[in-house]
């Protein structure tokens, strides 16, 4: 089952702050979260595993609702390298094993 | 540094003609991902290796076929392509174990069907 992002695209000045949802109908093991540039491949931000933790990478970061099934992506004070599409990958199994279903993603766009 | 391979990084082919698609790591991850990105959409898991275990997808179409000879490699082999079979083909790797599952992909092969 396709996790649902939202919203499908985003449009931000540099600095501006942008929050990034990812929800699912099913109880999920683990979400990742990727950004991917034109042409290349998804690069790996991170991973929350169930249990609710919330992770930071400088000024992005992200959480997880395990009660909602919803995870978060949260950057702040954005900036021009941050433009690209944002995929969250979803597991329901523990594992590793699976592979990941991914949602359709999210465009943001960075402007100067 | 240690990093997943995948070659080529363009490949043509003729409809019909069967092709084969490779991917490597040096992460020494027991599991390795075939995924399938058609242009603005998500990619798509086609099936993955645990070590030696082969997982297809409820969905992938008989024509891909994938072998995995040993840890480090994974080939995609596509059979009898069709141009509905154009698209950035994604290996990813994953150590696979409980707590440590991140996903680390390749730089990925565009694949086009004339």
């Known amino acids: 089952q396709q996790p649902v992002q939202s919203p499908q695209a985003v449009i931000l000045r540099e600095g501006e702050d942008a929050v990034i949802n990812c929800s699912s109908s099913k109880a999920l093991y683990s979400v990742h979260w990727y950004r991917q540039k034109h042409g290349e491949a998804p690069v790996f931000l991170m991973i929350l595993l169930k249990g609710g933790e919330q992770k930071g990478h400088e000024k992005i970061s992200a959480s997880f609702n395990e009660k909602k099934q919803q995870s978060s992506l949260y950057l702040t004070a954005s900036q021009l390298s941050y433009s690209g599409t944002y995929f969250c990958?979803?597991?329901?199994?523990?594992?590793?094993?699976?592979?990941?279903?991914f949602g359709k993603g999210t465009h943001l766009i960075i402007q100067p | 540094d240690a990093m997943v391979i995948q070659n080529p990084r363009y490949q043509v082919t003729q409809f019909g003609k069967p092709v084969t698609l490779s991917c490597s790591q040096t992460?020494?991850?027991?599991?390795m991902y075939w995924y399938q990105q058609k242009s603005s959409q998500a990619p798509k898991l086609l099936f993955h290796?645990?070590?030696?275990?082969?997982?297809n997808e409820a969905d992938t179409p008989d024509n891909f076929q994938s072998r995995r000879p040993n840890t480090s490699f994974c080939f995609l082999d596509i059979r009898s392509p069709g141009l509905g079979d154009a698209a950035m083909y994604l290996c990813?790797?994953?150590?696979?174990?409980?707590?440590?599952?991140?996903?680390?992909f390749g730089p990925g092969t565009r694949l086009l069907v004339l």
């Open positions: 990958g979803t597991e329901l199994s523990g594992g590793g094993a699976d592979g990941l279903t």
């Open positions: 290796y645990y070590d030696k275990d082969f997982n």
């Open positions: 992460l020494n991850h027991n599991v």
């Open positions: 990813a790797t994953s150590r696979g174990l409980a707590g440590d599952v991140s996903e680390y």
